[in-house]
């Protein structure tokens, strides 16, 4: 057994020169006791490979495989069926955890039981270095997901309960691109509350061209699940507004989005 249990996708990740930056801020914790679950999700080049090569030489690494691509929420429920651990972290392979960052958000838990998640403020960089941070609410409500979703994904650390009393990820179409949004709102549906610590203990790679390149169709998608967890949150109508939120939003110039992203972006 262990306290932590850590769950990452991986896919196509050779040349992603963030990598295995990402991997080594998981094992520099200063809290050692977690495992690092990586499920490489049917990569095409060595990425499997790679996984291999820091399990071996680190143990509390452990690689799991799928022979095809299913999506990040898959991947991530692989993970979950073998986990060890009393807490559930999430780490995203592009992105870097601060040294403390488990030892904090694992001492927060203890102090406030009634809290089954917890995520951190995060600072938004990309090749060129630090460019921006995202401060989120501390205590979201469950009017704080009409606008956006209210915590970082890959900054979240769990109960294992929590995803017991809400299920695991949604997998389909609806969800490839917003599997935490969902999840998250399931959560808060059945009754739980997350919180976010207000200093930055996780870094998000954010580049700041990205959001040229979404394509219009998630945007879609992402509004059927809003729709759904609104009703589920008891926010409808009032909350019909903000279904149509994404549609919307893909209409802005790209400048202009990058001013408004999320609300919660400052930049430095």
């Not at 904090?104 to 990309?126: C, K, M, W, Y």
Request: charged share 25%; proline share 4%; hydrophobic share 40%.
């Amino acid at each position: 057994m262990c306290r932590i249990s850590v769950i990452m996708g991986a896919y196509n990740v050779q040349n992603l020169w963030i990598f295995e930056k990402a991997i080594n801020s998981v094992l520099r914790q200063t809290m050692q006791d977690f495992e690092l679950i990586v499920c490489d999700d049917g990569s095409t080049d060595n990425t499997y490979q790679m996984l291999r090569r820091f399990a071996r030489q680190d143990r509390r690494i452990r690689v799991i495989r799928s022979q095809k691509r299913c999506g990040l929420a898959a991947a991530l429920n692989r993970c979950l069926f073998i986990a060890r651990g009393d807490l559930i972290a999430r780490q995203d392979a592009d992105d870097l955890s601060m040294p403390d960052r488990f030892r904090q958000q694992a001492a927060f838990l203890e102090r406030h039981p009634q809290i089954s998640f917890v995520g951190t403020n995060v600072t938004l960089f990309d090749q060129n270095g630090s460019w921006g941070k995202r401060v989120l609410p501390p205590r979201p409500k469950k009017e704080d997901f009409l606008f956006t979703c209210p915590f970082v994904h890959g900054s979240l650390l769990f109960r294992r309960e929590a995803f017991m009393r809400a299920g695991v990820y949604r997998t389909g179409k609806q969800t490839l691109r917003a599997e935490d949004y969902d999840l998250l709102m399931r959560m808060y549906a059945a009754g739980l509350r997350g919180a976010n610590l207000q200093k930055a203990h996780y870094q998000f790679l954010e580049d700041q061209t990205a959001w040229k390149r979404r394509k219009y169709r998630y945007r879609f998608d992402e509004a059927i699940v809003r729709l759904h967890g609104f009703r589920q949150l008891g926010l409808l109508p009032k909350g019909l507004p903000y279904v149509v939120k994404p549609l919307a939003v893909g209409l802005v110039p790209p400048r202009i989005l990058l001013r408004l992203k999320n609300g919660y972006t400052i930049q430095m």
